[in-house]
């Protein structure tokens, strides 16, 4: 019985894991996890001070970011208002979206919903998969984001990767992986933690809800589930004599 | 204390029915006593219609139905709302539960033969409620003015201009009230979504129970309990609904909340299945999403849609119609009907020939929503349970939920390759469900009746 109850529900969300993926490129698997502050807070800082340069994330505000991420109402004032004046001011980018346009061609998008539009996986594949292509405008394409017009922001971090490029059976080539050029400032694995926090602060900035609700959904449900013991024992009771 | 309550019901029995209503829809109103887990779901529409009324108030007061600002104000309640992500989430997650309260409702239905006599206005009632339900949630979809709600919008709006003789166009123009999806259809939405259908809603939900009250439930066993009566005049199998299924129905909505809850704060995108990721960018003129994809409860109808080629037309629909007339023809005796049979069968052949497959395509997707009407007069079995119905329609049953599902799943994906031939033989069969019925329920063989309810 249990084993084909478990197995119904493996169908059930089979359906469901195959929605969720979709698009081309195979995505790296991100550790995100909203408890851990640190990480939050690094990617905060990362954040303003790279991302909102060039882009928004205007449906949110910095005062409510501080609050949430155990930053007090100072250090927000000094240390990452730059494109507002007010704490309780939304996420504007610091250059006019008219200007941007000019200089990339595209106006670039907020990113406020991006983690939960594109997904964590995607942005933390994106981040980690620029690489030099003279060709290019700016003189750097992206793995999962063909032709893209953003520039490596990151690439002092970084330093500049050069694709491998295999042909598979049809003649097609494919980025298989990367190798790095020139080093940057920090060895792989600090830029690939950096870019975890990042991501893992886009999830947050996409839905800062989610920081509360699984603890009081796990209250929530804890009580329901009394209640519904209570009402069956009530309900027991009442139908002792319908024979 | 009493005292001062009694006096207190007195005034107002004086003055209105309070205590006759009360017996005659609740305490004195008598159940079947044999109802099973199926039965949970007529009160559970209930609760999720009071749930979506009570968090879209909540969430009215602060979204701007205006192009510039209403994907933005959506985004203040998630954040800046204090509770606002709950009432959105609540509202966002009952709209995909109230489908799935609904189809299992009228699976309920159908297993037990409800729709039949003397439940076929019943029946009827429940589809006004089920159309007025899809509008509902087509409508509030367009509300975030996301991008997926924009094309979704769109898409379905300008399947109208496949009505010809430029009808067509001119309806979709003027459901839109302008030439794309604008601010007006926005507003217009709006104003639909708030007030015009949940107002229908309400008032459909009202007849459904007085038409219920007025013939009694059915049960699992199909059997009349107002036909067997008691020496007090009363059902012999029936027990007054207050106190028995009040207290039932409170398990029922316990066990419901739990899911809605688990889904609610632990999964309220639910993978993209009841918020969609295109939907979390704004709407944007000039870039369509990747695939348009409208909501899970409506994409078996949009299967049907998509499924219907050319090719679909001629070889498809055109046999379909032409064996179902042979077959009519065959099976009926009178010859009016059978002349009548011939004549309806040419007209759609010759029409099948004329007009061009996009109108089919909205044909078919309107009788997928549309011959669940139809059910009454199509089920012929001399019972109503499945409990008493014979292999052929516990069968077709099955093959109809499957295909159901499967046209479900397709209509998320893009319609290529072996999807498109895949759809193609899930809607013969759909069709198959409707068209064969009066068949497969004539020739099965069922199963005697009993006198009274089994547990
Ligand atoms: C807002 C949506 C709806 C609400 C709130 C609602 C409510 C109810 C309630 C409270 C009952 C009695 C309890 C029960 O038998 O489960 C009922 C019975 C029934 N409903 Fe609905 N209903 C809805 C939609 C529909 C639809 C869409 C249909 C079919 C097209 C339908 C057909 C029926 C039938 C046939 C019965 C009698 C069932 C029986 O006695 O076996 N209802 N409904």
Redesign the pocket.
């Known amino acids: 019985m249990k084993k084909k109850l478990i197995t119904i529900f493996a169908i059930l969300l089979f359906p469901l894991t195959v929605a969720a993926g979709g698009g081309g490129v195979a995505l790296d698997p991100v550790n995100i996890n909203l408890n851990d502050k640190e990480s939050l807070q690094k990617g905060a800082r990362t954040f303003v001070n790279y991302c909102l340069s060039c882009h928004s994330a205007g449906y949110m505000r910095y005062n409510r970011m501080g609050q949430d991420l155990g930053i007090s109402e100072e250090l927000v004032a000094e240390n990452l208002l730059f494109a507002a004046e007010k704490t309780g001011d939304l996420m504007k980018a610091v250059m006019p979206a008219a200007d941007a346009k000019k200089w990339f061609g595209t106006a670039p998008p907020d990113l406020t919903l991006t983690a939960r539009s594109r997904g964590p996986k995607w942005i933390y594949t994106y981040m980690r998969s620029f690489y030099r292509d003279e060709s290019a405008p700016s003189g750097w394409n992206n793995k999962v984001f063909a032709h893209v017009a953003m520039p490596h922001v990151l690439y002092e971090w970084q330093g500049e990767q050069r694709p491998i490029i295999e042909k598979d059976s049809h003649g097609v080539e494919h980025i298989t992986g990367f190798e790095i050029a020139k080093a940057g400032t920090m060895t792989e694995k600090e830029y690939n933690e950096a870019m975890r926090d990042l991501t893992n602060f886009m999830v947050y900035l996409a839905e800062p809800a989610k920081l509360v609700r699984y603890k009081i959904g796990l209250y929530v449900i804890l009580f329901l589930i009394i209640f519904m013991v209570a009402a069956y024992m009530l309900k027991k009771e009442y139908w002792k004599d319908v024979h | 204390m009493q005292k001062v309550f009694d006096a207190m019901l007195g005034w107002v029995d004086a003055r209105f029915p309070l205590i006759k209503t009360w017996e005659e829809h609740l305490s004195k109103y008598y159940a079947p006593k044999n109802?099973n887990f199926?039965?949970?779901?007529?009160?559970l529409?209930?609760l999720?219609?009071v749930i979506q009324i009570v968090s879209g108030i909540f969430l009215t007061m602060h979204y701007k139905p205006d192009t510039q600002l209403a994907f933005a104000s959506v985004e203040y309640i998630m954040r800046d709302v204090p509770w606002g992500w709950l009432m959105r989430y609540l509202h966002s997650t009952g709209a995909s539960f109230?489908f799935i309260?609904?189809y299992l409702?009228?699976l309920?239905?159908i297993m037990?033969g409800?729709?039949r006599g003397p439940?076929e206005l019943?029946?009827?009632?429940?589809?006004a409620?089920?159309i007025a339900?899809m509008a509902e949630a087509f409508m509030g979809y367009l509300l975030p003015w996301g991008n997926m709600s924009y094309w979704g919008a769109q898409v379905i709006i300008s399947l109208f201009s496949a009505i010809p003789f430029g009808i067509g166009d001119i309806l979709s123009e003027w459901i839109r009230g302008d030439f794309v999806v604008s601010d007006a259809t926005l507003n217009r939405f709006f104003a639909f979504h708030v007030i015009a259908v949940p107002l229908a809603?309400c008032g459909?939900?009202f007849v459904?129970?007085v038409a219920?009250h007025k013939v009694?439930?059915?049960?699992p066993d199909g059997i009349e309990i107002k036909k067997n009566k008691g020496p007090d005049g009363l059902p012999v199998d029936g027990i007054p609904f207050h106190p028995y299924y009040t207290v039932k129905d409170i398990v029922g909505v316990a066990g419901f909340l739990i899911i809605f809850a688990a889904v609610i704060f632990f999964a309220p995108e639910l993978g993209g299945w009841f918020l969609e990721h295109d939907n979390f960018t704004p709407a944007n003129i000039l870039q369509t999403p990747p695939e348009i994809v409208p909501l899970w409860y409506f994409t078996p109808y949009y299967s049907l849609l998509r499924a219907t080629t050319e090719e679909m037309v001629t070889k498809g629909l055109l046999p379909l119609t032409i064996v179902m007339t042979i077959l009519t023809v065959i099976s009926v005796r009178n010859v009016l009907a059978k002349m009548a049979a011939v004549g309806i069968g040419s007209v759609v052949v010759v029409c099948l020939f004329i007009f061009e497959a996009k109108l089919w395509g909205v044909i078919l997707m309107g009788l997928g929503v549309g011959l669940?009407?139809f059910l009454p007069w199509l089920d012929m079995s001399p019972v109503k349970s499945i409990r008493y119905k014979g292999w052929m329609f516990k069968t077709a049953l099955i093959i109809f939920c499957i295909d159901f599902l499967v046209l479900g799943w397709l209509g998320t994906q893009p319609a290529s390759g072996p999807n498109v031939i895949l759809a193609q033989i899930g809607t013969i069969l759909y069709l198959l469900f409707f068209f064969l019925m009066p068949w497969y329920t004539t020739f099965d063989k069922t199963k005697p009746v009993p006198e009274r309810v089994t547990q």
């Not at chain 2, 199926?38 to 009160?43: H, L, Q, R, V």
């Not at chain 2, 019943?122 to 589809?127: D, K, Q, Y």
Request: charged share 5%; net charge positive.
């Open positions: 109802f199926w039965y949970y779901f007529g009160s529409a209930l999720v219609l109230f309260t609904v409702h009228m309920r239905g037990y409800s729709y439940r019943l029946w009827l009632i429940g589809m409620i089920f339900l809603l459909l939900v459904h129970i219920l009694g439930s059915n049960n669940f009407a």
